[in-house]
């Protein structure tokens, strides 16, 4: 389903893990949308104006009115689109609970502890850190057993809210792989998880905009020196 | 609409704000339940089985099967009971991700500020949390004019999504208010809220369920004892 030009706009950078959510929630429904870059350390006028509670990308503007919140994006992407084949949520109550229950169990829970990994100071913190990330994976396959029901992704036979949750974190996962030499997405600890990974990853939705791993390094070390 | 004995059942404290949250949803409803009064510092059997990841009240029980995190519970709430005349989110994409929005700010955002006043160590600490709760109630006085549109709450015509999000927290916020002597719905500062707050704990579905100042008190100060 395209939409007429300027009718979607989306404020982001991307390198974001957080801007990716909203791109990969579009690309599922066939929505043709114009992509605003941000500028390293600047905050542009557009994005001050429609978000300024937070000042912060993601922003979807449609029809110039903005939304804010990478999974409230997601979510109203697909309230917005709902006519597609591609349903983001499902229809069902009590798994729309169970979706939203692992979402925000990932940003909450599992992103501070695969963060806390870059950012500790010693070797002791960051092995706390890496422990804590792998009982929140192993937490997650569980999740992915239940929620897939045996097929390819967490919302059944594609991409559905905690695919797009959790596999947004994947371009930053393999930085800090390749920073800590940890690995985090083990196939001995988690094989559903590490094979869903590059199912995520190699899907048409996702990998335009899932950023190379090389351009996310380059992004860290410039932040690093800022 | 009345639910079966023991179909519908709440495992949580009367104490707890994030409990009155499915409280009210489920009385908006008319859907009877039983309610589960954990013991103070302990866990029941049923609670650790219900909610591993977190081990956190409210968990909703319906028909055995839990629902966790009082957010997700509210609306699990709303669509299994859809058919009510009473819709606790709006219909409509946009609306409904500007009640989120806002659900999410006054979790993330707000309530730290306003515990902040309550946990603060010096004077000055606690000045500065409470400049910043209520700068961020005029934020949500200027949502209550958007969200309203003149009418009753910010769900409109009766409580919505943010009116429970934020009202459950009226009864801690006073508990706030006589312990430090700051006053924190000012009718001065944000007017319209101070009204809202009134005529939110004697709305039908909440009065009963809202627990009384002197009681939170109590409860206040046996946990400070512990």
Redesign the interface.
């Known amino acids: 389903m395209a939409a007429a030009a300027g009718e979607v706009r989306l404020i982001g950078s991307s390198s974001s893990r957080f801007v990716l959510r909203p791109r990969v929630a579009l690309n599922l429904k066939g929505v043709e949308y114009e992509f605003l870059q941000e500028k390293f350390g600047e905050k542009s006028e557009l994005l001050l104006r429609s978000n300024p509670?937070y000042k912060k990308i993601p922003v979807l503007l449609?029809h110039d009115?903005p939304?804010?919140?990478s999974m409230?994006?997601v979510?109203?992407v697909d309230?917005?689109w709902?006519n597609s084949a591609q349903a983001i949520l499902p229809a069902d109550?009590?798994e729309?609970?169970l979706h939203?229950?692992w979402a925000?169990?990932i940003d909450d829970k599992w992103f501070p502890s695969m963060f806390g990994i870059a950012k500790a100071e010693t070797e002791e913190a960051k092995a706390e850190s890496a422990e804590q990330a792998w009982a929140g994976l192993k937490?997650l396959e569980e999740a992915f057993v239940k929620l897939s029901k045996g097929k390819d992704f967490f919302g059944g036979d594609t991409i559905g809210y905690v695919d797009i949750a959790l596999g947004s974190h994947l371009g930053w996962a393999k930085v800090t792989e390749q920073m800590t030499g940890l690995k985090l997405l083990d196939e001995e600890k988690t094989p559903l998880l590490a094979v869903w990974a590059e199912r995520f990853c190699a899907h048409e939705a996702v990998k335009e905009v899932m950023p190379e791993t090389a351009k996310l390094m380059e992004y860290a070390k410039m932040r690093l020196g800022k």
Do not use: D, N, Q, S
């Open positions: 509670v449609h009115k939304v804010c919140e409230i994006i979510e109203y309230g917005t709902a109550p009590y729309r609970a939203r229950f925000v169990y937490l």
